[in-house]
């Protein structure tokens, strides 16, 4: 009897820790932000990523909850583009943001991810990086420069017209 209670006790202990093996956290930075984001609530419709004034502090809402809060990882330097094939990169002018009170505040830094995986069609620069969240079924890519980006964009582009 005393056996079988041990080898139960072991077992539950074995299990317990290959649970938590598998579920570590992620870090959050600008290179895994879009999986970090799909990893907070793989049920939620919309997750996102919202840093405000002058990106010292940061939240993450999951179909419009705040849901948590960290201190940011990155500083206002960051730049955000979208990107046309026709006119190139347009940079991203801060967007307002409206908090419970209805005040209003400025956005420094926001990238929104469809519970398929799906964000928001950006090209952020930070410190000599570039990074590259408009692919929609791939991980961030990351290049030196932002003319990098823009030259394997319009190779993509050249490549699907032929």
Same mark, same amino acid.
């Not at 799909?38 to 997750?47: G, I, N, P, Q």
């Not at 990107?83 to 409206?98: C, I, P, R």
């Given at each position: ?12 202990? =074995?299990?317990?820790?290959?649970k938590?093996?598998?579920? +570590? ?5 600008? &290179? ?5 984001l ?5 049920? =939620? +419709?919309?997750?996102?990523f919202?840093?405000? /004034?002058?990106?010292?502090?940061c939240s ?8 948590? @809060?960290?201190?940011?990882?990155f500083d @206002? ?15 991203? %002018?801060d =967007? ?8 209003? +505040? ?13 964000? /928001? ?7 000599? %990086? ?5 692919? &929609? ?11 990098? &980006?823009?030259? =394997?964009?319009? %190779?993509? &582009? ?5």
């Amino acid at each position: 009897m005393i056996v079988i209670v041990i080898i139960g006790v072991v077992y539950t202990l =074995a299990i317990t820790k290959l649970k938590t093996v598998g579920e +570590e956290k992620v870090k959050p930075s600008l &290179a895994n932000l879009k999986e970090y984001l799909l990893s907070v609530d793989k049920e =939620a +419709e919309e997750t996102r990523f919202l840093c405000l /004034d002058d990106c010292s502090e940061c939240s993450v809402y999951t179909d419009g909850k705040k849901v948590q @809060s960290m201190k940011s990882f990155f500083d @206002s330097s960051i730049e955000t583009y979208t990107y046309n094939f026709l006119q190139g990169t347009n940079e991203v %002018k801060d =967007a307002l943001f409206f908090n419970k009170e209805g005040n209003e +505040e400025n956005v420094c830094f926001s990238l929104n991810v469809t519970k398929d995986g799906i964000a /928001d069609q950006y090209l952020v620069v930070y410190k000599d %990086k570039t990074y590259d969240y408009t692919l &929609a079924f791939e991980k961030t890519k990351v290049y030196d420069f932002l003319e990098e &980006a823009v030259e =394997a964009k319009q %190779k993509m &582009a050249q490549e699907v017209m032929q």
